[in-house]
């Protein structure tokens, strides 16, 4: 009797467990999609509008895209020559310029500005930093050099500056995101 009384008991204790677990498994959903719902309503709104008019040839800005900086580079005739001069084959991440440009707008190179390597920002887009030796960027963390291209051509990064989603929304406005 006192046994049975003891499996009773645990029985209990069991089915307690797993409604208390079903409860609270439904507990975790709501806030989860509400979370979802709230993460997709910052994203959408996080895109950023930049103003390119002021951008000559040769000069690059950096920007702010979902709190990581953003390089926007109007390219010269002879930068896009030099990424267009580049063999593909021999490269570390084979991309083309015009494969990480817009059609018609392959001056306009725009980048995270975010070291594929371990994530430094590297130097090349403010006013009198060193390119490097490819005249793209350079990362001073561990020294790689990106081409005219962004892409990755010396040091131990392992692809090309990642091109982010962006459209024109004007000959003048650019919309990343
Ligand atoms: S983080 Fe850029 S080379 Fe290491």
Same mark, same amino acid.
């Given at each position: 009797? +006192?046994?049975?009384?003891?499996?009773?008991?645990?029985?209990f204790i069991?089915?307690?467990?797993?409604?208390?677990?079903?409860v609270?498994?439904?507990g975790?959903?709501?806030?989860?999609?509400?979370?979802?719902?709230?993460?997709?309503?910052?994203?959408? +709104?996080?895109?950023?509008?930049?103003?390119?008019?002021?951008?000559?040839?040769?000069?690059?800005?950096?920007?702010?895209?979902?709190?990581?900086?953003?390089?926007?580079r109007?390219?010269?005739?002879?930068?896009?020559?030099?990424?267009?001069?580049?063999?593909? +084959?021999?490269?570390?991440?084979?991309?083309?310029?015009?494969e990480?440009?817009?059609?018609?707008?392959?001056?306009?190179?725009i980048?995270?500005?975010v070291?594929?390597?371990?994530?430094?920002?590297?130097?090349?887009?403010?006013?009198?930093?060193?390119?490097g030796?490819?005249?793209?960027?350079?990362?001073p963390?561990h020294?790689?050099?990106?081409?005219?291209?962004?892409?990755?051509?010396?040091?131990? +990064?392992?692809?090309n500056?990642?091109?982010?989603?962006?459209?024109?929304?004007?000959?003048?406005?650019v919309?990343?995101?």
């Amino acid at each position: 009797m +006192a046994e049975t009384e003891g499996v009773r008991r645990r029985d209990f204790i069991n089915i307690a467990a797993v409604s208390a677990a079903g409860v609270a498994g439904v507990g975790i959903v709501i806030p989860l999609i509400s979370q979802m719902s709230a993460s997709a309503d910052v994203l959408a +709104a996080s895109s950023t509008e930049i103003d390119i008019s002021a951008i000559q040839p040769g000069q690059a800005i950096k920007a702010i895209f979902r709190k990581q900086p953003v390089f926007v580079r109007n390219l010269t005739p002879k930068e896009i020559e030099e990424a267009d001069a580049v063999d593909t +084959a021999s490269l570390r991440d084979p991309q083309t310029l015009a494969e990480r440009t817009k059609e018609g707008k392959e001056n306009w190179l725009i980048t995270m500005g975010v070291c594929t390597h371990l994530g430094c920002v590297p130097l090349g887009a403010g006013e009198g930093e060193i390119k490097g030796e490819f005249g793209g960027y350079f990362c001073p963390c561990h020294g790689s050099s990106y081409d005219t291209a962004a892409r990755i051509r010396k040091g131990p +990064a392992p692809k090309n500056l990642e091109v982010p989603e962006y459209e024109f929304t004007s000959d003048t406005v650019v919309q990343i995101g």
